[in-house]
């Protein structure tokens, strides 16, 4: 295991409703970023957070948003849900978001179980 | 943008060895990931290469070539366990994007008896 922690596991809504899903990082590591996985495909990155802040987001609508705590825990929000929401949601948490220049280190992501998302 | 191409699937019988390719295209490099990862489970991390040649690990060993945008992935003595998706990724190391990594959509890997 790799100390990162989801919630929910599961989790069935229907369209147009709002969901909340968390993710508590890896002591000492103070980026989380954000996947989502469809069925048969790779995770697709939706947003990094470091220190508090957005640092970075992928081709994902507004209606996908998140936070992330003085304690680097953070939260993934999703407005009007649609069809095509269903995924599992994968957080993972690093050091540093990554050096600019020259060589980084290795700096691996560890992944969290995943929050299944089912919408209806 | 980022570019991650890998075979969908592929099959192989235990005790025998496999090679798992990948080639991708990217603005900006800055590392190769391979993860494995079982049927409803996270991604578990097998590997990273950031310089050209061969990191060996156990069963498993990873070759980089940046040059052609190359990777692949070498699993040994196959097991029943190795039975899973291999997804490469790409770390990106352009501006605000620092560290995110571009995944491959994962190649389906089932060991036979």
């Known amino acids: 295991e790799t100390g990162v922690t989801q919630s929910p596991t599961h989790l069935i809504k229907t369209r147009g409703q709002q969901v909340t899903l968390r993710c508590s990082s890896q002591s000492g590591h103070n980026t989380v970023s954000w996947y989502q996985q469809a069925l048969g495909q790779g995770p697709q990155f939706i947003f990094q957070?470091?220190?508090?802040?957005?640092?970075g987001r992928g081709n994902f609508p507004p209606r996908f948003s998140g936070l992330q705590f003085p304690n680097y825990s953070s939260e993934l929000n999703v407005n009007a849900l649609e069809l095509d929401d269903s995924a599992l949601y994968l957080c993972?948490?690093?050091?540093?978001?990554?050096?600019?220049?020259?060589?980084?280190?290795?700096?691996?992501?560890?992944f969290g179980p995943g929050t299944r998302l089912t919408v209806l | 943008g980022q570019n991650i191409d890998q075979p969908t699937e592929m099959t192989a019988t235990e005790g025998a060895i496999v090679q798992i390719n990948c080639t991708y295209q990217t603005s900006g490099f800055n590392g190769l990931f391979w993860y494995q990862q079982h049927a409803g489970e996270a991604p578990t991390f097998l590997s990273y290469?950031?310089?050209?040649g061969l990191e060996e690990k156990g069963r498993f060993s990873s070759f980089l070539s940046r040059s052609k945008g190359y990777s692949y992935l070498l699993l040994k003595e196959l097991q029943m366990k190795d039975s899973a998706s291999y997804l490469c990724a790409v770390r990106d190391r352009r501006g605000s994007t620092l560290g995110r990594l571009y995944f491959g959509r994962g190649t389906q890997l089932t060991v036979w008896p």
């Open positions: 993972a948490s690093s050091t540093t978001p990554g050096l600019a220049g020259g060589i980084s280190s290795y700096n691996e992501q560890f």
């Open positions: 290469n950031v310089l050209d």
């Open positions: 957070y470091y220190r508090e802040e957005e640092n």
